[in-house]
């Protein structure tokens, strides 16, 4: 049987037809004539089996060669539509229209702050020390002095990465909770003295607001030598934040509790936000914490396997984030996590 059998002219006729189909016809006629349900080419094709030997052979062969030309059809049909939608689009375009602006990568403003305080510390002699995110609770909290049941050591506080308690006590890993253990590390390596600033991510199951975040930026500081003393303590981080804030800036000391230091301090400077009226970012007080200090705690030495009869040494933390907002003027910590570039470019050369 061949193409021009009177039986087949119907579907000739509509093959013949394909090249003049628009798009949403050339789909539906796709569909009417090879569609695998209700095709009327295929209904045919599912017929073979009730036809004679002979008249199957010939029948089919014919049919095949249908179903391949309509195929063919209905792609070259499929590419011409194609090229002409392009073509179109192509004569759409205005070429006298303005580009659009192309934005310019620039340094995050808490790695400039980072940069910056490392630099300062840099310069008064200190070294820059780096330690891996997932630690062991025995250098996380263990080594540092905390006790079993400090409130920080829970899992609503703690990320801790295997919960189901399969390690030993001093084993368990975690996302470490502030960059101290880094200071456990540096202590063990080998005597003093030592002058280490440690910058690196840490991680709290906190809840985002405007002065905290779940993720963020911490740098501490390791000083330990003979005959260290908290003037030197105060002597330094006075220094730092004149330098880096203004020389202008106030700085006063509190007297608080961290399990690793004794005495242990928190450093305030005068909000640079309400320049000391009081305002949500300070919560009205007119001063801004930035860090924690103190001289570090004798028992953090001994673990360490140091004689604190014989060496002293002072410890500090802060996060580059909240020293951020006070640098540029940010109420809100969460402005540094968006990725919209109409902030950001602000911190480009010759930004804020």
Not at 45 to 53: D, M, R, S, W
Request: charged share 20%; with cysteine; aromatic share 8%.
């Amino acid at each position: 049987m061949s193409l021009d059998h009177p039986s087949l002219a119907p579907l000739v006729a509509r093959l013949a037809a394909v090249p003049r189909l628009a798009a949403e016809a050339l789909a539906a006629e796709e569909i009417a004539i090879l569609g695998r349900k209700q095709g009327a080419l295929t209904h045919q094709l599912k017929g073979l089996a009730a036809l004679p030997l002979e008249e199957k052979r010939q029948h089919g062969a014919a049919l095949n060669q249908l179903k391949t030309d309509f195929e063919a059809a209905f792609a070259a049909r499929q590419a011409e539509l194609t090229t002409a939608a392009g073509a179109a689009a192509a004569r759409d375009v205005d070429l006298s229209m303005p580009a659009r602006a192309a934005w310019e990568g620039t340094i995050h403003p808490v790695s400039r702050v980072v940069d910056e305080i490392v630099a300062i510390f840099r310069g008064l002699g200190f070294s820059v020390a780096l330690g891996p995110d997932i630690e062991t609770d025995e250098l996380n909290f263990t080594a540092l002095n905390f006790p079993p049941d400090h409130p920080a050591m829970d899992m609503h506080d703690t990320l801790y990465l295997d919960q189901g308690g399969e390690r030993a006590a001093g084993e368990r890993l975690l996302l470490r909770t502030h960059t101290s253990p880094v200071q456990i590390r540096v202590m063990r390596e080998g005597p003093p003295p030592y002058r280490v600033v440690i910058p690196g991510m840490v991680y709290r199951n906190d809840p985002f607001d405007p002065s905290h975040a779940p993720a963020f930026s911490q740098i501490e500081g390791l000083a330990v030598d003979e005959g260290i003393t908290f003037v030197d303590l105060k002597a330094t981080l006075s220094h730092f934040a004149r330098r880096f804030l203004g020389s202008d800036t106030r700085v006063r000391f509190r007297p608080s509790f961290f399990p690793f230091t004794e005495p242990s301090a928190e450093m305030d400077v005068g909000c640079r936000l309400c320049d000391g009226a009081g305002c949500p970012a300070c919560k009205g007080t007119g001063w801004m914490e930035i860090l924690g200090c103190g001289m570090v705690h004798e028992q953090v030495l001994r673990n360490c396997g140091l004689d604190p009869e014989r060496w002293t040494g002072f410890a500090f933390g802060m996060g580059p984030q909240r020293i951020a907002m006070q640098r540029y003027g940010l109420p809100d910590i969460r402005l540094l996590y968006g990725g919209d570039m109409r902030f950001l470019t602000q911190f480009g050369e010759g930004g804020a």
